[in-house]
């Protein structure tokens, strides 16, 4: 009985064994087979990178001399600042345009502007992308852009969902003339939690009788107060300025209310007055800095010499005649001071130009805007024909009894 019992162990002992062999074979395979699978790589994020270098570049007006010539389209992307591209044969219809071998999530450029002549610097402009060079879809909108300085960099920063191979930027308008040109062009990719909007661009257009305003916003902090403030001041003192000096001025005026401006404001090749937007954060009531820049517009008028005291002395004249809140904005004509002298333009000039129309010199600020517009101002010959004084006599006159 004994020896019968141990047979059975045996046999059961050799079954285990087998078992766990085979048990031990199998996942001594199913481990192999395991480390022969590839590991799964994680897709790494791209990095903010100036690209340009891998593009190609095309325009749709060349340079006459060609792309490689001097100031040919290759100087665009050549990282020099040095160099610029410029074409004689712009239209609102002209494109730079970049290729890539591949997609790419572009999403900011920058602009070198060039080295002189500031009226063909690139103005109203927009960038696209293109899977395919034939369908566009905009990314970006700039509009009155302005480079104060010559060889300035300015960097765009824009929102862009998805990469494309081509990128075409449109330059819709330059600040003047036929002639563009541009130092460099560069294009940055940007991973999609880095990109964001700036500088704020936004477009509205307004309209008061014939008169046309385009407001232009480039920052978030503008109060609406002072926007709706500024609109009204052109649509109730801009045909007055009109009516009163220069019926024939312009009929489209553009407010750009810009970061990048550093000043009070200014007005710009024409009709585009530049505001300051800190100057409102900290001066709400000063509205009718636009009523002075507005008469800038107005006044239109060419270049003559030694004649910039006058301009600037008309201008606040009309502020003091037009302005619709001054008291508001704590903003006045000064009291007289023997230190002062009529070259001393914008508000010391009219009150002096005040106190000539009040005493005996009715209407003499017209005739002396005309003379501006036409020209035909001289210091040495205006004031004798117009008031039988020299602007010197008149002067001593006002100091001897300045009161208004």
């Not at 553009?254 to 900290?282: C, H, K, L, M, S």
């Amino acid at each position: 009985m004994k020896n019968f019992r141990s047979v059975p162990s045996a046999v059961a002992i050799a079954v285990i064994l087998m078992i766990t062999i085979l048990s031990c074979g199998k996942n001594d395979q199913s481990k192999e087979i395991e480390k022969e699978q590839p590991a799964k790589e994680e897709p790494q994020p791209i990095p903010e990178m100036d690209i340009t270098s891998l593009g190609t570049l095309s325009v749709s007006a060349e340079n006459k001399f060609g792309q490689s010539s001097q100031e040919g389209s290759l100087k665009l992307v050549d990282n020099d600042p040095a160099t610029k591209f410029l074409t004689f044969s712009y239209s609102d219809s002209f494109y730079m345009q970049m290729e890539f071998p591949e997609a790419k999530l572009i999403a900011s450029y920058s602009f070198i502007s060039g080295d002189d002549a500031d009226e063909r610097d690139p103005e109203n402009w927009n960038i696209s992308g293109s899977a395919d060079g034939k369908e566009w879809i905009v990314l970006n909108n700039q509009y009155y852009e302005f480079f104060p300085e010559r060889k300035q960099t300015r960097r765009y920063y824009f929102k862009n969902p998805k990469p494309f191979k081509y990128y075409r930027l449109n330059v819709k308008s330059i600040r003047g003339g036929e002639l563009f040109q541009l130092s460099e062009w560069r294009l940055f990719q940007m991973p999609a939690d880095q990109q964001r909007d700036s500088p704020v661009s936004t477009i509205e257009t307004i309209t008061a009788g014939t008169n046309t305003l385009t407001f232009v916003n480039k920052t978030q902090n503008l109060s609406p107060a002072v926007k709706s403030g500024l609109i009204n001041v052109f649509k109730v003192n801009y045909q007055k300025m009109a009516d009163a000096y220069n019926p024939n001025t312009t009929k489209k005026v553009v407010f750009v209310i810009d970061p990048a401006f550093e000043g009070v404001a200014a007005a710009f090749g024409g009709a585009v007055i530049r505001y300051d937007p800190d100057w409102f954060f900290n001066n709400p009531k000063d509205l009718d800095v636009a009523t002075h820049e507005l008469m800038h517009v107005v006044q239109a008028y060419p270049y003559v010499a030694d004649a910039g005291w006058v301009t600037e002395g008309i201008a606040d004249y009309v502020r003091f005649k037009f302005g619709l809140d001054n008291a508001g904005a704590q903003w006045s004509l000064p009291d007289f001071s023997s230190n002062q002298s009529y070259t001393d333009a914008y508000r010391v000039t009219a009150r002096f130009l005040q106190w000539l129309e009040t005493h005996g010199q009715d209407g003499i600020v017209v005739k002396l805007d005309k003379s501006m517009r036409n020209g035909t101002y001289t210091t040495a010959t205006f004031w004798t024909a117009n008031t039988g004084k020299t602007v010197d006599q008149l002067w001593t006159d006002y100091t001897a009894n300045p009161a208004l």
